[in-house]
């Protein structure tokens, strides 16, 4: 079955842990994209990628990075400097220059 | 101003009602995406529009290009369709998104 996986479904964080959220995709979709969603706000982009080893910032980059060695594979981390990073964060993939984008089961991370 | 807005916020149906939900948005958003998630998480894309109207189902969208302005209707509405509803715009290759509608449809 083709689709988009992340791993895992619920994430405990220490406060000053780094931790790094997975997310592959089968579809052979140039693009990728991390999304955070808090209660009562739209989802807001994180960082996005179009082509292997190429990323671009997003509206709220500050605190996360991104890696993308592999077309399938565009794992988040949650850095220390992430100063609220309790939220649920979904990931989705495209075609590149298709308007529909394919979207994740989600990671709810938890900061203890 | 976010440039999609969305109303209402949370909507309480009783099953067999018709339902609308509205969304707003600015200029330069090439499309308009409607997106449904259920209470555990993940997103589900129900219509891509950039003009005219779809239907699939219960479920129709149209949009007006001149107003900006496009709405999810949802007829003869079941308790499954509780989810939010969440309207999306393309810049691009990037989506801005509503804050989503809360819909709640009871027995």
């Known amino acids: 079955d083709g689709g988009i996986t992340q791993s895992p479904k619920y994430l405990f964080r220490k406060e000053g842990q780094n931790v790094t959220l997975s997310c592959e995709q089968n579809l052979n979709h140039d693009a990728m994209y991390w999304y955070r969603q808090d209660p009562g706000q739209g989802l807001r982009l994180i960082y996005y990628s179009q082509i292997v080893n190429d990323f671009q910032k997003g509206d709220i980059a500050e605190g996360y990075s991104v890696s993308r060695e592999k077309k399938e594979s565009f794992p988040l981390t949650v850095t220390s400097a992430q100063k609220n990073p309790t939220a649920f964060y979904l990931c989705?993939?495209?075609?590149?220059?298709?308007?529909?984008?394919?979207f994740g089961p989600g990671t709810r991370l938890l900061v203890l | 101003k976010n440039e999609v807005e969305q109303s209402p916020q949370n909507l309480t149906a009783q099953e067999g009602e018709f339902i609308t939900i509205n969304c707003s948005y600015s200029v330069g958003i090439s499309a308009l995406h409607w997106l449904q998630q259920h209470p555990g998480g993940g997103i589900v894309s129900l219509f891509m529009l950039s003009s005219g109207k779809k239907k699939h189902g219960r479920l129709i969208a149209t949009i007006n290009i001149q107003e900006k302005h496009s709405s999810l209707h949802i007829t003869a509405s079941h308790p499954r369709d509780s989810a939010v509803y969440i309207c999306?715009?393309?810049?691009?290759?990037?989506?801005?998104f509503g804050e989503g509608t809360q819909l709640t449809v009871n027995p």
């Open positions: 989705a993939s495209s075609i590149f220059g298709e308007e529909t984008q394919y």
């Open positions: 999306a715009g393309n810049r691009g290759s990037r989506l801005t």
